[in-house]
């Protein structure tokens, strides 16, 4: 998701300075629901739970920052089929090896800028890689408490796995001020391709909302984003497209 904001004047509230190192807590609930039919194993369904503490270090990068977020500690559980994939002892094995690993993003004026990159290959990075975009919203400057407004970002870029494609249209609403930031209301939708290097096509049809709490020059201080997803997924050129339905909850809020 990529999600633009509202900027209120510098001298509001100045940006966040290099060096400083914000801590979040970040919860991620999901649920998965597969057809696998196709290869003759019936209708499968599954989720995952995840809770992580991280701290966010900011440093200037030519023309932005570069944020590096840190896993400080994690739970993670595994629900329904997903379990089986991953069994209590194995998830806590995951959780635990996430505890240093860290993902780095390149910001723009608090804009995300391509894709989030892990120092590691591990599923249970996946919940602080689906929330940088949270916590990176970007700003818009000029915007009042009132104004609503659309944007509309091209995706087009390498990740590790592949390469993705495809284009998420915002729209937003700035709401009241909430403890010296603004509150920003928001629906997306998204139609997103990855093509990944063995051959592999996922197709992601998505939509959200979300609820931001934003001042200028730094982070989000919270954010909550619901999610709904139809997608496919094509393992070979030729294979009959496997069906997969999902939804995410994901909760950011700033500590202390």
Known sequence: MLF??????????????????????VEANTTLEQDLTSIGRGKISGGSNA??????????????????????????????????????????????????????????RNTLRGVPQPSVQNPALAPIMQIVGVMFPGIRAGIKAGDSWADTTKVDGDIQSGHQVGAIISTWKSGALEGGAF??????????????????????VGSSTERLVIGIGGPAKSGYVESSVNSSI????????????????LR???LP
Do not use: C
């Not at 940006?15 to 801590?23: N, Y």
């Not at 896993?71 to 505890?99: C, F, I, Y």
């Open 234 to 249: 094509v393992q070979h050129p030729g294979d009959t497209p496997i069906p997969q339905h999902s939804t995410a909850v």
């Open 51 to 108: 809770v992580a503490f991280v701290r966010v270090a900011l440093t200037d990068s030519a023309d932005g920052q570069v944020a590096r977020i840190t896993v400080d500690s994690m739970k993670l559980e595994a629900t329904g089929a997903m379990a089986a994939q991953m069994p209590p002892a194995a998830a806590a094995a995951a959780a635990d090896s996430a505890r240093g690993a860290w993902v780095h993003a390149y910001t723009v």
């Open 252 to 254: 950011l809020t700033r």
């Open 4 to 25: 633009m904001v509202l900027a209120l004047a510098v001298t509001q509230n100045p940006a966040t300075p290099p060096g400083q190192t914000l801590r979040y807590r």
């Open 183 to 204: 509150v920003l209301n928001g629906t997306s939708s998204s139609n997103v391709t990855t093509t990944g290097q063995a051959g592999q096509v996922v197709t992601v």
